[in-house]
Nanobody, 125 residues
Framework: QVQLVESGGGLVQPGGSLRLSCAAS????????MGWFRQAPGKEREFVAA????????TYADSVKGRFTTSRDNAKLAFYLQMNSLEPEDTAVYYC??????????????????WGQGTQVTVSS
């Protein structure tokens, strides 16, 4: 069983920054394939970013590329999402997740089995 807890959300003005954290349980965290998703009211959950895996670089949605950066600290069992140049369109509940499917695409929420409870990010002046 894997438990994930997100933190770091809040209210920020357009152009501002936030850093989301995801605390994970499990001694095999370094093997977890991690992802970030978000869901705005009335919209489907969408892919934001995924950690690098097996020598490849991280993956980002086009809408956040160049503004968001994902990283991890395996010693701390933590996964991060640094969000810069935030826009009102980034307002959503953000979730971290552990990918368990190797056949479904990285951007597909169904490829992830374990999810955190989410943290609200609101970008508004």
């Amino acid at each position: 069983q894997v438990q994930l807890v997100e933190s770091g959300g809040g209210l920020v003005q357009p152009g501002g920054s936030l850093r989301l954290s995801c605390a994970a349980s499990g001694r095999t965290f370094s093997f977890y394939r991690m992802g970030w998703f978000r869901q705005a009211p009335g919209k489907e959950r969408e892919f934001v970013a995924a950690s690098s895996w097996n020598g490849g670089g991280p993956t980002y949605a086009d809408s956040v590329k160049g503004r968001f950066t994902t990283s991890r600290d395996n010693a701390k069992l933590a996964f991060y999402l640094q969000m810069n140049s935030l826009e009102p369109e980034d307002t959503a509940v953000y979730y971290c997740a552990v990918r368990t499917s190797l056949t479904l695409a990285t951007i597909n929420p169904s490829a992830y089995y374990y999810w955190g409870q989410g943290t609200q990010v609101t970008v508004s002046s």
